[in-house]
């Protein structure tokens, strides 16, 4: 079965600095793996998807997180981060060998942009 | 565009009361999912309906119904509201396999 962890539920950076969040999945099958930030009391928005096509994914925002099969990891990053940057974000992968809607979400991890 | 609409936005029910969240989508899409967010478990899926007429459980379905009543729309019903199922719902939407994930705006509920 698929599963997903994120390392650390509180990331804390200096506006500027680079921003690394981390995520491991286990899945049987080639995997779709998501990040989506979520904005105090607001859904989801998706940031990023990989969906097999390049292991190095650009989303929204100038996150990019990177697909290492041989550790794994699909970890998100920005190289300078923002205030508007702090939110929770959550890395998810589809449970099963497509993505059909049924993720798995990891438990979330809250970044702190401090000034 | 509306995209993924979700009622109501804010709830707050006594335990024992019974209750329904709508969700309704806009986008022609097959298939919708209800999932539950709490804090520190990331979001769990409840039930889905691959399309309409459909509906299946998800990791977390025990206290919940749920009805496709349409192509559009899919309720989560809620029997008899339990302390436990207070949580912040989401519902989602995707045309097809492969497709992107639209998520609504959620629903806080709160069971006193």
């Known amino acids: 079965a698929q599963s997903v962890t994120q390392l650390g539920s509180h990331v804390s950076v200096s506006e500027g600095a680079l921003v690394l969040l981390r995520c491991n999945y286990s899945?049987?099958?080639?995997?779709?793996l998501f990040w989506y930030v979520q904005y105090p009391n607001q859904g989801l928005q998706l940031l990023l998807k990989?969906?097999?096509?390049?292991?190095l994914v650009k989303g929204i925002n100038g996150f990019e997180a990177e697909f290492k099969k041989s550790e794994t990891s699909f970890h998100l990053t920005k190289p300078s981060a923002h205030m508007s940057d702090a939110a929770e974000y959550f890395c998810?992968?589809?449970?099963?060998?497509?993505?059909?809607?049924?993720?798995?979400f990891g438990q979330g991890t809250t970044l702190q942009v401090k000034p | 565009n509306a995209g993924v609409t979700q009622t109501p936005k804010f709830q707050v029910l006594k335990t024992g009361q019974s209750m329904t969240l709508q969700c309704a989508q806009d986008?022609?899409?097959?298939?919708m999912y209800w999932y539950r967010q709490d804090p520190g478990m990331g979001l769990r899926l409840i039930y889905y309906?691959?399309?309409?007429?459909?509906?299946d459980k998800g990791e977390v379905p025990n206290g919940y119904n749920v009805s496709r009543l349409n192509k559009r729309e899919f309720s989560l019903r809620l029997e008899s509201a339990a302390p436990s199922q207070t949580s912040v719902y989401f519902c989602?939407?995707?045309?097809?396999?492969?497709?992107?994930?639209?998520f609504g705006e959620g629903s806080w509920l709160t069971v006193v």
């Open positions: 998810a992968v589809s449970d099963g060998s497509s993505n059909t809607g049924k993720l798995i």
């Open positions: 899945s049987s099958v080639p995997p779709y």
């Open positions: 990989y969906t097999s096509a390049a292991t």
């Open positions: 986008m022609n899409h097959n298939s």
């Open positions: 309906s691959a399309s309409e007429g459909t509906t």
């Open positions: 989602a939407s995707i045309q097809r396999s492969g497709n992107t994930i639209y």
